[in-house]
């Protein structure tokens, strides 16, 4: 009785491996694929695989958060074939400008100082919500409680975008 038991054992154990294995797989090699601004190096470091390792799918996952939680990428897809990681990135826009309108009662110079969305940095949509919320937030201080704060995205060549609030 006990042989038969320890028999199963060995096989339930065994099974759960070779699924456990069947599962997981040897990077041979990691291909970026999208970037153009951002350093392939600087992806690389973001990342918790490399050639060599065997990872399985929940590793896949955790590089996409990563990469995500990055802010560099508005659309990040990982994929495993053969061996081979790609990464496939869309970059967010950087900023070009930012331009007020419509802001008779306060200067610009109260906007820049104070809204986390600035020129030459990589754009958020996070960004641009704390933005347009400061400005209005900043209105309502001044006692300006009817003003809207609205914004207006104008893309332009070479992956960047200008803000008009």
Same mark, same amino acid.
């Given at each position: 009785?006990?042989?038969?038991?320890?028999?199963?054992?060995?096989?339930?154990?065994?099974?759960?491996?070779?699924?456990?294995?069947?599962?997981?797989?040897?990077?041979?090699?990691?291909?970026i694929d999208?970037?153009?601004r951002?350093?392939?190096?600087?992806?690389?470091? &973001? %990342?918790?695989?490399? *050639?060599?390792q /065997?990872?399985?799918?929940?590793?896949l996952?955790?590089? #996409? $958060?990563?990469?995500? !939680?990055?802010?560099?990428?508005?659309?990040?897809?990982?994929?495993?074939?053969?061996?081979?990681v790609?990464?496939?990135?869309?970059?967010?826009?950087?900023?070009?400008?930012i331009?007020y309108?419509g802001?008779?009662?306060?200067?610009?110079?109260?906007?820049?100082? &104070? %809204?986390?969305?600035? *020129?030459r940095? /990589?754009?958020?949509?996070?960004?641009?919500?704390?933005? #347009? $919320?400061?400005?209005? !937030?900043?209105?309502?201080?001044?006692?300006?409680?009817?003003?809207?704060?609205?914004?207006?995205?104008?893309?332009?060549?070479?992956?960047?975008?200008?803000?008009?609030?």
């Amino acid at each position: 009785m006990q042989r038969v038991f320890a028999k199963t054992f060995y096989l339930v154990a065994l099974g759960v491996l070779l699924i456990s294995n069947a599962q997981a797989s040897l990077i041979q090699k990691i291909i970026i694929d999208g970037n153009h601004r951002i350093e392939t190096s600087t992806i690389l470091s &973001n %990342i918790d695989i490399a *050639p060599g390792q /065997v990872v399985q799918k929940e590793h896949l996952n955790q590089t #996409t $958060k990563k990469l995500f !939680d990055t802010g560099y990428f508005s659309d990040v897809r990982v994929s495993m074939d053969s061996g081979a990681v790609t990464l496939q990135l869309v970059e967010n826009p950087i900023v070009n400008q930012i331009a007020y309108e419509g802001n008779k009662e306060l200067e610009d110079k109260v906007f820049k100082e &104070n %809204i986390p969305l600035r *020129p030459r940095q /990589v754009y958020t949509l996070t960004k641009l919500k704390n933005s #347009t $919320k400061m400005i209005h !937030d900043i209105y309502r201080v001044k006692g300006h409680f009817a003003a809207q704060a609205v914004h207006k995205i104008i893309r332009r060549d070479q992956n960047r975008v200008d803000f008009v609030f």
